[in-house]
Nanobody
């Protein structure tokens, strides 16, 4: 069983930066597919970025060249560095991790089972 806890959200102006963290406990996530998702009010959940178990990285087109996903295996923590933020990036951001054989949500070539509670990101113009 893996528990995921996000932090680092907040309110920034357009063009600003934030760094989200997702601390995992209960098991190591170093070999899992892990990712970041977001959901804005009235919209469906959207995949933002993910790291495969082998280290491959995938981004949704709208965040390429602005966001960077990374994983610190020693700290069992996933990060999302967000630069050049835009108002349309405003959403609740969630981290997720896979559980082979149990995954229920699929995006970017990965399956996901564990979800965090989310951290709010608000970008004002």
């Amino acid at each position: 069983q893996v528990q995921l806890v996000e932090s680092g959200g907040g309110s920034v102006q357009s063009g600003g930066s934030l760094r989200l963290s997702c601390a995992a406990s209960g098991d190591t996530i170093s070999s899992y597919c892990v990712g970041w998702f977001r959901q804005a009010p009235g919209k469906e959940r959207e995949g933002v970025a993910r790291i495969g178990g082998g280290g491959s990285i995938y981004y949704v087109d709208s965040v390429k060249d602005r966001f960077t996903i990374s994983r610190d295996n020693a700290k069992n923590t996933l990060y999302l560095q967000m630069n050049s933020l835009k108002p349309e990036d405003t959403a609740m951001y969630y981290c997720a991790a896979s559980r082979p054989g149990y995954n229920t949500y699929y995006w970017g070539g990965c399956g996901f089972y564990y979800w965090g509670q989310g951290t709010q990101v608000t970008v004002s113009s």
